[in-house]
């Protein structure tokens, strides 16, 4: 299964959850936002959802700004 | 108690701060402490996947500071309502700082789509703070919108040279009636202080302080620069004249002409 994440392909072997999938990245769920297909998962909702094949993602987090 | 008051909400301090450009989480934390800010402001961007950084929040305490994220980055109003939408994902409180630059070189505000994307995040319950051009019409139609503030520019972003834009920001701050901020090329405490002098009613500084080898020391100067200006304009500013006025007596000289 193919994922863009961040802009770049990425190719997974299994089905796998929005909250494995952060957890494969090593990133915090609680301070990472995930946009699916450009609308915004709500956080309570990373266990439920699962990725499909050429699903765009978007990782954000706050960095420093002025 | 001279109280800044956004949106219902009342702050202490009316230096705002922005936490880019710091050489070190530590350098960043030190000149929010000493500047005795209680908002910073944060930018939104990519996780880098191959290079996962600690997060930025967990160098900021929460119960301390409202956090204001921007939507810096955004070049039209569809992409700062996206970021803005993003942002309020993340669990803060829905204050947005609007910015809309699609010039990469000045980075000026771009004011039709500034004002097209307040107009739809007021509608969504965003407590608005737009970045926006000195220009006093705009300021109105903002305003009339529903932002929470202006927040007119000194100078182009980053470029530490002042308030250049002095006497638009002179009406602005005339005719508004909710808060002025002034954001963007403060570059030194006299500049805060002269923005607080006219009578702005906060000013955002972050540039000044990454930029110097001692923030901390830095943010401490901003802090008293704006207090001065703030209590100087409370106090009311003498009359400028052409012509000399002495301050000590002229009688009772020691010659006899």
Known sequence: ?66 | MDQLIIAGREFNSRLLVGTGKFASNQAMVAAMENSACEIVTVALRRVDLDNPEDSLLSHIDSDRYLLLPNTSGARDAEEAVRLARLARAAGCEPWIKLEVTPDPYYLLPDPIETLKAAEILVKEGFVVLPYMPADPVLARHLEEIGTATVMPLGAPIGTNRGVRTRDLIGIIIEQANVPVIVDAGLGAPSHAAEAMEMGADAVLVNTALADTPNPALMAQAFRKGTEAGREAYLAGLGTQRQQAEASSPLTGFLRND
Do not use: C, W
């Not at chain 1, 193919?2 to 915090?28: C, D, M, R, S």
């Open chain 1, 1 to 66: 299964m193919e994922l863009i994440i961040n802009g770049e392909a990425h190719e997974y072997l299994k089905p796998l959850t929005v909250q494995e999938l952060l957890q494969q990245l090593n990133l915090n769920a609680e301070r990472v936002i995930v946009e699916i297909n450009r609308t915004i998962l709500s956080p309570t909702g990373h266990n439920e959802t699962e990725l499909k094949q050429g699903d765009t993602i978007e990782l954000v987090q706050f960095v420093g700004g002025g």
